[in-house]
């Protein structure tokens, strides 16, 4: 078997000719959606994702809103800068793109950021609107991943489903974007700590590996015909990326979402529908 591939490039494509026509909707009705995006530090990854996100914003009719800061700002100088976009009208939605620097607690950037304004779906409030079943801006990559597996006809529906990882972007909010009755997945969360990984993952209908760790999803360790999404970012000497998903996964799986080309554009696809319906929202309130 050779795995169909969960292609994110063509489906962001396609979401953002739909955010395209929801922007032009809103313009009309007198409201620009405009990104903020606040990025820290010189790491040429996180800059290359923020430009990124300008160039979506431009090719959809979105307004941005770039602010930058040296890899010695202070905790105060972010905080600013935090509160700035908070009150900027042309700034409907922001993210601070993570990681912050070593030495900035960057829970308490995410607090001090106006929920009503959280891109990301990334703020406490937000994640607690996920938990309570209210609506809100969803973690992108979690979301996005949904979306390539729905727009691709995977059944999440009672897909027994493995995340691998828990960090804030992915990892942690998965689960609970994939509970929601909406998807109505049976979700297994596995981490450092876990056992057997392996045993986990030969149950999955779906694996999302969101670890970090190389080649961690062998061949052997994937149901015959599950889709594999490979989110875990490292570098070889270099700087190309090396996924968590090993290669011949692609013999054994039904399908499998490459890295690149899979789920980073479908998080970028999410940042916008995110900053759209957050617009929406607030021209829904104005009456
Ligand atoms: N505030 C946030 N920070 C970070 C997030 C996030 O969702 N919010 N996620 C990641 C970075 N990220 C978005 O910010 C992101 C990662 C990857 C891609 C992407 O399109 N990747 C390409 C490959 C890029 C390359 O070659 O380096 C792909 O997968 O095809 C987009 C966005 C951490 N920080």
Redesign the pocket.
Known sequence: MTAQILD?KATAAAIKSEVAARVEALKEKGVTPGLGTLLVGDDP??R??VN?KHRDCAQVGMASIQRELPATATQEEIEEVVRELNENPECTGY?????LPKGIDANRVLELMDPEKDA?G?HPMSLGKLVLGEPGPLP??PYGIVQLLRRHGVEINGANVVVVGRGI?IGRPMPLVLTRKSENATVTQCHTGTRDLSAHLRQADIIVAAAGVPHLVKPEDVKPGAAVLDVGVSRDENGK?VGDVHPGVTEVAGWVAP???????M??AQLLVNVVEAAERSVAVAG
């Open positions: 994110g990854g996180s290359w994702y990124g993210i601070v793109q993570l990681p990301d990334l992108c990559t972007t990326i890295n690149p080309g899979g789920v980073g554009p998080t970028r």
